[in-house]
């Protein structure tokens, strides 16, 4: 009897451990699975303390050991080959800064600039749901976007379509997560083994 | 009630009629003159119900601490056991905001001997000089010597009637079980994860599985248990002289803090006189020097040389000679409140009727003024909230901290305590500059009203630098306005500085107003409905005619009202 229950739970929690992978798996389109490359490092875009989120989901969860400036300046992203933007714009977090939403946007678009010169891969997240929409917040998520070769966004951030709609005219494809923890999973299958 | 109209109030028709020029200007004045006039606009439902009792209440920011102050006026215990109960819940379920690491003010009413007075249990800058340090926003070296733990000691132990171990029961069994975490804490979290992150201990408290709580999640933290049991058996001396000093001393020396042993044993919580004023016929007493009770009084002793009872509430005019009188007592703040220990503070020639008559007299009632600078007050040969209110009439008003939301984000491995960053809060001048030992000055303002010598009103505020405003908000509401203690915390709110060139306002204040503040030299910023940023205030107010008590407690955080 007791052997059997034992087996039942085994049974269940290879089940359920399997069709959690399998879920994930069918989240990442597979074009873009295990494309993207270490090193990797992750920003914010607008200051959100989400970034922070990100990187300890990555470097502590995922043990990805990212490079993390919350406020990075180009030089400090230099070198990578995978950048992580982590939208939304924090009045908070502009104001630790000590940076006006124009100099962050300018920050920005130097970093994303960068990027693009040296031909960074660049995923787009956004975890933090309504709290990190708005005027500012969209702004910068639509200065960012553009450039993304994927976004990753928790699903409450998008309960108006802004992201769908972004994504769909800018054609990069948009990956829809219930949880944070579920978009690090993604984000591990985005990187290359 | 007395009532006052000042010489330049009569003048305002006429200066706001010079200004009034082009058909968009008298839209505007037909609009201000319909809303000034109009009967009340002001609908008395609120969001959160006022609650009544006859037997005693607590209102505090979280639901727990309110009910564990209640548990404790249920087993007989006075105001002053359910204010400390309520003040150690809170430190637990409320661990974003205070905490054994931090520090608080209280006044207290003793209805027996028909007195007022207030402990004070600010932080301290530590004995070594640290003159030539950057206190940084976090991290170790923005620690000051917490205070909490000697100030409900020093107030159960000359106030109370039961044991450190009861009050503290209800604080220990929420630290050990658990509470469900809230919108307003996980938000909390996520929005200070960077520092949080870079503390191990903290981090293991606030993300056990690596990613910050959630709403809805249980959040436990039975080392801050174990460190609740230990004071609660061994008294404050565990905390200031035993192994919880060690603990903290040892974890301060790993780190590059500068807290020692000899800190925590040379910290005493200090009973001081409350400040004390009048405000249309009402006796204010509120927390003394080096916080912030004594601008609120100058504030309202500003308004008092106004009518503002013959406008509504949120009338342009209001809002506009609020502000005014908020930015004159705040550039008096600056330039007068310290440690008394090692200034000498002008209280009375900052309480004075006439020179808070020629600080009225600087306002323009159609015209922001620019640039506020401190007065000259006469010279005289002196120098997160909870409120509780018992059967016999005691009263407590209690506000505590720990600076910002989770203070310096450094916990205290195997002691779950959570310490304070307000070392950030010296000015680089005046006599709120930093010294070895000095209590550094706040804005914290836990105030008493009373009424012919009997006290009615036990109110307070979180907020930060809105503090002070918030509760002059609160005491016209209550006082002119007559509003129930709801609808006064739940009002829209604004706040004007004197640094500041914003005028900070709620969505929720009038169009016109806005309009009008604007057209007069305001730059407006405008915060959401119901903003944090402006406090959670808890309020209780008792009819005395009835006895009846009613409490009230802010939407803006998770504030509860109980009795029974």
Same mark, same amino acid.
């Given at each position: ?21 399998? +879920? ?22 607008? +200051? ?33 080959k ?14 630790a800064a000590?940076?006006?939403?124009? +100099?962050e ?16 891969r ?24 553009p ?46 083994k | ?19 009034l020029?082009?058909?968009?200007? @008298?839209? #505007? ?9 109009s009967?009340?606009?002001?609908a ?24 564990a102050?209640?548990? @404790? ?41 028909? &007195? ?33 733990v ?8 000359k ?24 919108d ?11 520092? @949080? ?14 990613l ?8 436990r ?6 460190? #609740? ?8 001396d ?8 060690d ?15 000899a ?7 200090i009973?001081r006189?409350?400040v ?36 509504q509430?949120l ?38 009727k ?33 409120? &509780? ?55 914290i ?74 057209? @007069? ?39 509860a009202?109980?009795?029974?």
């Open positions: 009897m007791k052997r059997t229950v034992y087996l039942i739970l085994t049974l269940l929690f290879v089940l359920g451990f399997g069709s959690t992978s399998a +879920q994930t798996a069918a989240l990442i389109p597979p074009q873009l699975a295990g494309i993207f490359e270490a090193p990797g490092f992750i920003t914010s875009a607008g +200051q959100t303390s989400d970034a922070a989120i990100v990187k300890v989901l990555v470097n502590t969860r995922l043990k990805l050991n990212f490079g993390y400036d919350i406020a990075a300046k180009p030089q400090a992203v230099s070198g990578a995978t950048l992580v933007l982590v939208l939304g714009a924090s009045n908070k977090g502009l104001g000590g940076l006006s939403i124009e +100099q946007t300018e920050r920005v678009k130097v970093v994303l600039a960068l990027a693009k010169s040296e031909h960074m660049i995923i787009a997240m956004h975890t933090g749901g309504t709290a990190r929409r708005g005027e500012s917040s969209n702004a910068i998520i639509a200065l960012c976007v450039y993304a070769d994927v976004a990753i966004v928790v699903e409450g951030g998008n309960n108006d379509g802004f992201f769908t709609d972004l994504c769909a005219k800018e054609k990069v494809p948009l990956v829809m997560v219930p949880s944070i923890a579920e978009a690090g999973n993604v984000l591990k299958g985005l990187m290359a | 009630m007395m009532k006052t109209k000042m010489h330049g109030e009569r003048e305002s028709t006429g200066n706001q009629h010079r200004w020029g082009g058909f968009s200007k @008298i839209l #505007l004045a037909i609009g201000l003159l319909f809303f000034v006039l009967p009340s606009v002001f008395a439902d609120t969001i959160k119900p006022e609650v009544t009792a006859r037997n005693g209440m607590v209102a505090s920011a979280q639901p727990l601490a309110s009910a102050g209640l548990e @404790i006026l249920m087993a007989g215990g006075n105001a002053v056991d359910a204010a400390v109960a309520s003040a150690f819940a809170l430190g637990v379920v409320e661990p974003n905001a205070t905490g054994l690491g931090g520090e608080g003010m209280m006044v207290i009413y003793l209805a027996d001997k028909k &007195v007022t007075t207030s402990i004070d249990y600010r932080s301290m800058a530590p004995l070594a000089d640290m003159s030539k340090v950057k206190f940084p926003p976090d991290g170790h070296v923005s620690v000051a010597v917490p205070g909490t000697a100030g409900l000691c020093l107030a159960l132990e106030y109370g009637t039961m044991s450190l171990a009861q009050v503290m029961a209800p604080a220990i069994r929420y630290a050990r079980n658990g509470f469900i975490v809230s307003t804490l996980a938000s909390t979290i996520k929005d200070r994860f960077d520092p @949080i992150s870079k503390n191990d201990a903290l981090l293991a408290i606030l993300a056990p599985e690596g910050p709580l959630e709403a809805g999640q249980i959040i933290n039975p080392d801050l248990a174990t460190t #609740l049991e230990k004071i609660a058996a061994g008294g404050p565990v905390f200031y002289k035993g192994e919880i000093a603990a903290i001393a040892e974890d301060m020396a790993k780190n590059g803090g500068y807290i020692t042993k800190d925590l044993a040379a910290y005493t919580a009973e006189e409350p004390r004023g009048t405000y249309r016929g009402y006796e204010i007493i509120s927390a003394p020097p080096p916080v912030g009770g004594l601008s609120v009084i100058e504030m309202l002793n500003i308004l008092e040389n106004f009518d503002l009872a013959s406008e509430p009338s342009p005019r209001n809002v506009h000679l609020m502000a005014e009188a908020m930015k004159r007592g705040f550039a008096d703040n600056s330039a007068f409140i310290g440690d008394p220990a090692y200034t000498k503070v002008p209280v009375a020639g900052l309480l004075d006439e020179y808070a008559r020629q600080r009225a007299k600087e306002i323009d009632p159609a015209k922001m003024t620019p640039a506020v600078k401190a007065g000259t007050p006469p010279e005289h040969p002196s120098t997160t909230h909870l409120s &509780v209110v018992d059967k016999n009439g005691n009263m407590v008003a209690l506000t505590q901290t720990i600076s910002s939301f989770w203070g310096a984000c450094v916990a205290v491995p195997g002691t779950g305590i959570i310490l304070n960053n307000e070392m950030q809060n010296w000015s680089s001048k005046g006599p709120n500059s930093y010294a070895p030992g000095k209590r550094m000055r706040t804005t303002a836990p105030t008493i009203i009373a009424q012919d010598g009997r006290p009615f009103v036990t109110m307070g505020t979180p907020g930060a630098g809105r503090i002070i405003s918030t509760m002059v908000i609160l005491a016209v509401n209550l006082l002119d306005y007559h509003m129930g203690v709801q609808e006064a915390i739940e009002s829209p709110r604004f706040y004007a500085r004197d640094t500041e060139k914003n005028l900070s306002i709620e969505a929720r204040v009038p169009k016109e107003t806005q309009d009008w503040l604007k057209s @007069i030299g305001y730059s407006i910023k405008e915060y959401p409905d119901f903003d944090l940023f402006f406090g959670g205030a808890q309020a209780i107010v008792v009819d005395l005619e009835t006895g009846i008590m009613h409490g009230g407690a802010d939407p803006r955080r998770d504030g009202v109980f009795g029974f």
